[in-house]
C-alpha cells in the first residue's frame, strides 16, 4: 500500500518560500505515473498546484506557475515543493497525492499559515 | 471561482435519495475527460468514491453511483445514511489549462 507523508515548516513567512518535501512508502517514485501537489485553504476547495513524473517532467497550474517549483529525488523516493513570494492568501493544508489514475493516493496533508 | 461547477450545499433525509452535479465545459468534462469524485471528512485527506465516470473503489457502498453526459457528471446517493454527511469534491483534467481541475465542492447534510 502506497502512502505518503508531507513534511516542512508550518509557518513562513510573507514574502518568503514554502518548502515542503513529501515522501512516498510502499512503491517506488518512479512508477508510472505523475505525482500532484494540491492545496486546501481553510473552510475551503480543493485547488490543484502541480504535477511531476519521475523523470523531472512538470506540468503546473497557470495561476501559480511563476512562483512554484517541483522537484523529485529518487534516491530518496522524496517529492518537493517550492512556492515563492507567498503572501496570506497562500495558507492552506497542502497535500501530495497521487491522482492521475486510479487508485489515487493522498498524505494526510501538512497545515502552512503564512504570518509574521 | 472553480472551473467546474457544484452547489455549494445539498441536503436529504435519511433513505432519501440525493444528487450532486458538477459542470464543465468543452475543454474539461465535454472535451471526453473523465470525472473523479472525492468524499473528504473534516480534517482528512479526500477519499476516492467514484473514477472514471462510474466505477466505485473497492469498499465505497455501491449506494453511491457516478454519471456524465455532455459537459456535466453527477453524482447519486441513495438511501442516505448519516455517516455520508461530508464535502464532495469532482475533479478532471482541462487541456486548455493543461492541468486537473476540482470543482468547488458540495457540503452534504444529512437531516
Known amino acids: 500500500q502506497v502512502q505518503l507523508q508531507e513534511s516542512g515548516p508550518g509557518l513562513v513567512k510573507p514574502s518568503g518560500t514554502l518548502s515542503l518535501t513529501c515522501t512516498v512508502s510502499?512503491?517506488?517514485?518512479?512508477?508510472?505515473?505523475?505525482w500532484s501537489w494540491v492545496r486546501q485553504p481553510p473552510g475551503k476547495g480543493l485547488e490543484w498546484i502541480g504535477e511531476?513524473?519521475?523523470?523531472?517532467?512538470?506540468n503546473y497550474n497557470p495561476s501559480l506557475k511563476s512562483r512554484v517549483t517541483l522537484s523529485v529525488d529518487k534516491s530518496r523516493n522524496q517529492l518537493s515543493l517550492k512556492l515563492s513570494s507567498v503572501t496570506a492568501a497562500d495558507t492552506a493544508v497542502y497535500y501530495c497525492?497521487?491522482?492521475?489514475?486510479?487508485?489515487?493516493?493522498w498524505g494526510q496533508g501538512t497545515l502552512v499559515t503564512v504570518s509574521s | 471561482q472553480s472551473v467546474l461547477t457544484q452547489p455549494p450545499s445539498v441536503s436529504g433525509a435519511p433513505g432519501q435519495r440525493v444528487t450532486i452535479s458538477c459542470t464543465g465545459s468543452?475543454?474539461?468534462?465535454?472535451?471526453?475527460?473523465?470525472v473523479h469524485w472525492y468524499q473528504q471528512l473534516p480534517g482528512t485527506a479526500p477519499k476516492a468514491f467514484i473514477y472514471?465516470?462510474?466505477n466505485r473503489p473497492s469498499g465505497v457502498p455501491d449506494r453511491f453511483s457516478g454519471s456524465k453526459s455532455g459537459t456535466s457528471a453527477s453524482l447519486a446517493i441513495t438511501g442516505l445514511q448519516a455517516e455520508d454527511e461530508a464535502d464532495y469534491y469532482c475533479?478532471?483534467?482541462?487541456?486548455?489549462?493543461?492541468?486537473?481541475?476540482f470543482g468547488g465542492g458540495t457540503k452534504l447534510t444529512v437531516l
Open positions: 497525492a497521487r491522482i492521475a489514475g486510479h487508485p489515487t493516493y
Open positions: 510502499g512503491g517506488s517514485i518512479s512508477s508510472s505515473n505523475w
Open positions: 511531476i513524473y519521475h523523470s523531472g517532467s512538470t
Open positions: 468543452s475543454s474539461n468534462i465535454g472535451a471526453g475527460y473523465d
Open positions: 472514471g465516470n462510474i
Open positions: 475533479q478532471s483534467y482541462d487541456i486548455s489549462l493543461s492541468g486537473w481541475v
